[in-house]
C-alpha cells in the first residue's frame, strides 16, 4: 500500500468518526492493493464495521468515500458490515474473515482476532 492510500484511509477514518461516532466500530483496508499484488485499475478494498447497518449509515459511508475518490483518485471499495453479522463471519471462520485477518490492515478499532 502506498503512502498516499495510506493517508486517505487516514482521513477517512477520522471522518467516519465525526460522523458516526459511537456507530463506527471499525476501518480495515484489505486486498489486493494492502498484499501489493494489485493491477493498475484495482481499487481499495476497505471493510466498515457499525454496530448497526442502515441507509443513513450507509449512505453517509459512500459519500465520504466518494469525496475521497474525487479528491485523490483513489478507486475505493467499500464493504460496510454490522457487528452482528460480521461476528457470525467470525463465528463460521469463512474466508471473507479469514481474509481480513490475515491481510487487513486497521486504520481505525480494534483488531479483528
Known amino acids: 500500500m502506498f503512502l498516499e492510500e495510506k493517508r486517505a484511509l487516514k482521513r477517512i477514518a477520522d471522518r467516519l468518526k465525526k460522523a458516526l461516532g459511537d456507530e463506527l ?12 499484488d ?15 447497518r442502515n441507509r443513513d449509515i450507509v449512505d453517509r ?6 469525496e475521497e475518490e474525487i479528491r485523490t483518485g483513489i478507486p475505493f471499495s467499500p ?3 454490522s457487528s452482528e453479522l460480521f461476528e457470525k463471519e467470525k463465528k463460521f471462520n469463512t474466508t471473507f474473515y479469514r481474509n ?10 480494534k483488531a479483528h482476532d
Open 61 to 66: 459511508i459512500v459519500d465520504i468515500f466518494n
Open 38 to 52: 494489485f493491477k493498475g485499475d484495482s481499487d481499495l478494498d476497505v471493510l466498515v464495521i457499525v454496530r448497526e
Open 79 to 81: 464493504v460496510v458490515k
Open 100 to 109: 481480513i485477518k490475515n491481510e487487513g490492515r486497521l486504520f481505525y478499532g
Open 25 to 36: 466500530i471499525s476501518v480495515t483496508a484489505f486486498g489486493s492493493r494492502v498484499r501489493g
